[in-house]
């Protein structure tokens, strides 16, 4: 089983980047997918969350109107479009895929923003 995070890197406040997740090793279309954050010394925070059919999406407070996320069964990945990005987005970026007791994460992907 592999989530492997790509997109990441440095951005001026305002810009844009892409994440993307790729899944192998299990069936990625039953799972439930989250993109999760997290900085240095403080807790893990959600940031969207996507049903199987993509058709059940929810976000974060904070990044709603900015970001959207989407899913491909097809080819097992996991997109995060980020834009109007600010200094607060800063965080190493994980993927989630879960489905009844089965929790697998990704090594992350990090997101700086800044001038």
């Known amino acids: 089983v592999q989530l492997v995070e790509s997109g990441g890197g440095m951005v001026q406040p305002g810009g844009s980047l892409r994440l993307s997740c790729q899944a192998s090793?299990?069936?990625?279309?039953?799972?439930?997918l989250t993109w999760v954050r997290q900085v240095p010394g403080k807790g893990p925070e959600w940031v969207s969350r996507i049903n199987t059919r993509g058709d059940t999406i929810y976000y974060l407070d904070s990044v709603k109107g900015r970001f959207t996320v989407s899913r491909d069964n097809a080819k097992m990945t996991l997109y995060l479009q980020m834009n109007s990005l600010k200094p607060d987005d800063t965080a190493l970026y994980y993927c989630?895929?879960?489905?009844?007791?089965?929790?697998?994460w990704g090594q992350g992907t990090q997101v700086t923003v800044s001038s």
């Open positions: 090793g299990f069936t990625f279309s039953r799972y439930d």
């Open positions: 989630r895929a879960r489905s009844g007791s089965y929790d697998y």
